[in-house]
């Protein structure tokens, strides 16, 4: 079965600092890994997603995938304290067989 | 942006009790999903659906059934409710097995 661990557990970071926030996947045969996030209290909502080795960058967000490490991760350029939140990575295998299997998530709080 | 609209928004029921949570959704995605959060477990998934009248187990699917009756209504029920089952319950619907999951504001499920 898929093991998702991200790390750190939490980060503090000052307004306008980089935020890099770690994934790692156990099964080689994942397929899509996307990046969520959410707010307290509120629902988790996708970030954005890659599918191939590489980078991908939207805005102030860009994920690294390296496949071949298990290890994606997520890095936010000039942190803002509205990107306080709770960011779950997770990974799909593809098909709908397993669904998205999420990590445990990582606790930001940007202080200004 | 796809609407998911999960009710109630919070129940409090007593052990070995009947619960039923619902989750309707305007997206006309072929997918929906049971997830339940806990602190320390993340995001796990119970039952999934692909298709009216039919649902899958998901990783965690004991002590749960879902129905499916329509494409636009997937329910979860308890039939037994536990102390162990009190969490954060989030309904989702997607597209396609690979793309982006849109949650409902998430049912607070508290048994005592």
């Known amino acids: 079965q898929q093991n998702v661990q991200q790390s750190p557990e939490s980060l503090i970071v000052p307004e306008g600092a980089r935020t890099s926030l770690n994934c790692t996947f156990s099964?080689?045969?994942?397929?899509y890994f996307w990046w969520y996030r959410q707010h307290s209290g509120k629902a988790p909502k996708a970030l954005m997603?890659?599918?191939?080795?590489g980078e991908k960058e939207e805005g102030r967000f860009t994920i690294h995938l390296n496949k071949a490490s298990l290890h994606f991760s997520l890095h936010i350029r000039d942190s803002q304290p509205s990107d306080s939140a709770l960011y779950l990575c997770a990974v799909s295998m593809g098909n709908y067989a397993q669904g998205l299997t999420f990590g445990l998530g990582t606790r930001v709080s940007v202080f200004p | 942006e796809a609407a998911v609209t999960q009710s109630p928004r919070s129940k409090v029921a007593v052990t070995g009790g009947k619960v039923t949570l619902s989750c309707h959704q305007t997206n006309n995605h072929d997918y929906m999903y049971w997830y339940r959060q806990d602190t320390g477990h993340g995001l796990r998934l119970i039952h999934y659906s692909y298709v009216a009248d039919s649902t899958e187990k998901g990783d965690i699917p004991d002590g749960y059934k879902a129905s499916r009756p329509s494409q636009e209504n997937f329910s979860l029920i308890l039939e037994l409710a536990s102390l162990s089952q009190t969490a954060v319950y989030f309904c989702a619907s997607s597209q396609g097995a690979d793309e982006r999951l849109f949650f409902g504001h998430g049912t607070k499920l508290s048994v005592l």
């Open positions: 997603s890659i599918f191939s080795n």
């Open positions: 099964d080689s045969a994942s397929q």
